[in-house]
T-cell receptor, first 116, second 111 residues
């Protein structure tokens, strides 16, 4: 079945550095992928819609210069947290819709980012 | 804008039925979902329902949709300890569209 894979699953970085998170659709092509952020014991907040070959669409309140999204191919979207601060520590999840008759959005396993 | 609301906590005795309720505001919602998230794990799609349906049953799960009131419920029959998780109600206007999530209901199973 359709699989979305995220890498890394966990990352610890120092304040001020940048971190890149990858989201791959393993056996299908995804022109659109979505990036979510989940705070502890809270819901998934949509951050942005990643569009292959064009600029990402950011939700209100999400800093586009801080959370850089690049969707360079039909199977890969990347989220780069630039100049990370402790408040950026969170669980980041990507998703993509499967193709074909099955109607389901598949989610990556998530990336736990800790900024120290 | 779109908003999805659900109660944050539900406690149920093992063997009883669990009913988790959700309301949404977007009248354009076409797909309504229930996702399950266990501690430290990703999201698992439990079931979904189209907005032109009233009910969908899948084994122990029953989804009821009242489109007029924009109310969605998930009933889990014969609740087991393995059902302990956070259940998210969610909606999207179309396939390939962004999915908007509620805050999640934490289901706690009493022995």
């Amino acid at each position: 079945g359709a699989v979305v894979s995220q890498h890394p699953s966990r990352v610890i970085c120092k304040s001020g550095t940048s971190v890149k998170i990858e989201c791959r659709s393993l056996d299908f092509q995804a022109t659109t992928m979505f990036w979510y952020r989940q705070f502890p014991k809270q819901s998934l907040m949509l951050m942005a819609t990643s569009n292959e070959g064009s600029k990402a669409t950011y939700e209100q309140g999400v800093e586009k210069d801080k959370f850089l999204i690049n969707h360079a191919s039909l199977t890969l979207s990347t989220l780069t947290v630039t100049s990370a601060h402790p408040e950026d520590s969170s669980f980041y999840i990507c998703s993509a819709w499967s193709q074909g008759k099955v109607i389901e959005a598949f989610f990556g396993q998530g990336t736990r980012l800790t900024v120290v | 804008g779109e908003d999805v609301e659900q109660s944050l906590f539900l406690s149920v005795r093992e063997g009883d039925s669990s009913v988790i309720n959700c309301t949404y505001t977007d009248s354009s919602s076409t797909y309504l979902y229930w996702y399950k998230q266990e501690p430290g794990a990703g999201l698992q799609l439990l079931t979904y329902i189209f907005s032109n349906m009233d009910m969908k049953q899948d084994q122990r799960l029953t989804v009821l949709l009242n489109k007029k009131d924009k109310h969605l419920s998930l009933r889990i029959a014969d609740t087991q300890t393995g059902d302990s998780a956070i259940y998210f109600c969610a909606e999207s206007e179309n396939r390939d569209d962004k999915i908007i999530f509620g805050k999640g209901t934490r289901l706690h199973i009493l022995p």
